[in-house]
């Protein structure tokens, strides 16, 4: 199919390719263009009927999910072109590391190791940026008004207050429009499309490509929807409108990393907690909540930012339960930045290869190669442009059931969770999730008595 020249915002939500980014909505902030949530708790854009129906050729450029758009190899040889490493999985790079914030409290403050409010506190210490677009609590979060927003912090305080990850959909139109009005010199940090975004809006936009100085990238598995604080707060005995607050991850350095454990402060002062293990949708790999279009993302580790940081998912680190991060460095001057901070005693980084990143990530290339070329082997309509062939590649029957389930539970658990929405009976979503998390495990746990037994079939048939 032809790459289309211009593409409107309704054409990217119809095909499920729209990931509530904000780019288009700041393109088209003077004729009303904004985002809202959907029925599913999706952030979209929206705004009058015209801009919303308009097909345009800057949105077919600027859409990280636009088939016409440049791809991530294609911004990054522009942005990194004399990168001393390029890797198939990670993209170009200067220098990997896995460690930690050593200074002050940037690790505790932090969901992994605190490196990325470290790198964008040092950013600002040095002068390099005014200010940083980031992802922090929003003022009055209740009901259906968000509880996290993107902002822009201009000192350490006001970062530091914004740590942690947010698993929580938001969106950039706002800070954009910010950086535009107000000179000076920026970073934004965001998940691999959001930086996607930002790059191809900054080839556009002469203001945008001056003040962006630097991107910091969150490595990536989906995004979720706004349903899934709800969903913790109805399987924690309360509803949405009763808190005030949320963490994603707790932190408890006596307990793994990787032992995610909600945390939901309420409007009376009181607390809800429970590990993410015993939540019914709380197995990340499940794919509950994710948006659409996240299946058909080809990247993990922010090929076009400056900087990126993830979770060391490999061991020793993922039993630490004060948080280790993997970093890659794209940036010539990042590069230099980052080890000064090591060599000073700043930051506890040991340097790593690309095969280390790609291992503590492995479940996450894995859904974005042959998960993804089986995916895009099936898909009719309004193609994305990636860099993993269409092509069903040979997979063993079993990884073919984990895939799809994965599929159905993403699809699925949107609509089951507006039905118990509006007829206001959790039970009906948790009974489903629990059922569909207890088959995709058998599957996807080879430990597992279906995962036993489909090897045993698979076994005799080979
Ligand atoms: C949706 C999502 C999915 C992720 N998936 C993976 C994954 O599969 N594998 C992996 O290794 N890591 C993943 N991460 C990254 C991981 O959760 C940590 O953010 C990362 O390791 C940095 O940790 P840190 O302690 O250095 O960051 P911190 O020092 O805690 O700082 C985090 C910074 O990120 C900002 N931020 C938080 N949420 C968002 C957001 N949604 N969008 C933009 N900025 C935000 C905060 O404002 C803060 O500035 C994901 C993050 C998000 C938001």
Redesign the pocket.
């Known amino acids: 199919m032809r790459s289309p020249d211009a593409l409107s915002p309704r054409q990217v939500v119809k095909a499920g390719l729209c990931v509530g980014c904000g780019g288009c909505a700041a393109q088209g902030r003077d004729a009303g263009a904004h985002l809202r949530f959907d029925r599913f708790g999706r952030l979209r854009p929206d705004g009058p009927r015209e801009w919303v129906r308009t097909a345009s050729s800057s949105l077919a450029r600027t859409c990280p999910s636009s088939p016409a758009a440049r791809d991530e190899d294609a911004l990054a040889l522009d942005l990194y072109p004399t990168a001393r490493h390029l890797d198939g999985h990670i993209g170009r790079f200067e220098a990997a590391y896995v460690g930690?914030?050593a200074e002050g409290d940037?690790?505790a403050?932090?969901?992994?190791?605190?490196?990325?409010?470290?790198?964008?506190a040092e950013l600002m210490r040095r002068g390099l940026v005014d200010g940083?677009a980031?992802?922090?609590p929003a003022p009055a979060p209740r009901g259906e008004a968000p509880f996290?927003a993107?902002g822009i912090?201009r000192s350490q305080a006001e970062?530091k207050a914004?740590?942690?990850?947010?698993?929580?959909p938001?969106e950039m139109s706002g800070v954009l429009d910010e950086i535009r009005r107000v000179p000076g010199r920026y970073a934004v940090?965001?998940?691999p499309c959001?930086i996607k975004a930002v790059r191809l809006l900054c080839r556009e936009d002469p203001i945008l490509r001056e003040r962006v100085a630097f991107t910091?990238g969150?490595?990536?598995?989906?995004?979720?929807s706004a349903r899934m604080v709800e969903s913790f707060a109805w399987q924690l005995g309360t509803q949405v409108e009763a808190v005030d607050a949320v963490d994603f991850?707790a932190k408890d350095p006596g307990r793994p990393a990787n032992w995610y454990t909600a945390h939901l402060r309420l409007t009376d002062g009181s607390e809800r907690k429970q590990d993410w293990w015993h939540l019914a949708d709380g197995d990340?790999g499940a794919g509950f909540f994710q948006y659409p279009a996240c299946s058909f993302c080809d990247d993990?580790t922010a090929e076009t930012a400056d900087i990126s940081?993830?979770?060391?998912?490999v061991e020793p680190y993922a039993s630490d339960g004060r948080?280790t991060?993997?970093?890659v460095v794209r940036s010539p001057l990042l590069a230099q930045i980052v080890p000064e901070g090591s060599a000073a005693g700043r930051l506890e980084l040991q340097t790593v290869d690309a095969g280390f990143v790609r291992e503590?990530?492995a479940?996450?290339f894995r859904h974005r190669r042959e998960g993804l070329s089986l995916r895009l082997s099936r898909r009719r309509g309004l193609r994305p442009r990636k860099r993993v062939p269409a092509d069903a590649p040979a997979l063993t029957w079993r990884r073919r059931m984990v895939y799809g389930l994965r599929q159905a539970i993403t699809t699925w658990s949107h609509r089951v969770f507006w039905l118990a929405r509006v007829l206001r009976r959790p039970g009906l979503y948790t009974r489903w999730a629990k059922a569909s998390l207890a088959v995709y495990q058998g599957f996807a746990w080879s430990q597992g008595r279906i995962g036993k037994l489909v090897d045993r079939l698979e076994g005799k048939r080979a």
């Open positions: 930690a914030a940037f690790r403050l932090g969901s992994s190791g605190g490196m990325v409010t470290w790198t964008a940083v980031h992802v922090k996290f993107y912090s970062l914004g740590a942690k990850s947010r698993y929580y938001i940090v965001g998940v959001f910091l969150l490595f990536c598995g989906h995004m979720k991850r990340w993990v940081f993830g979770d060391a998912w948080g991060n993997v970093v503590t990530q479940a996450g």
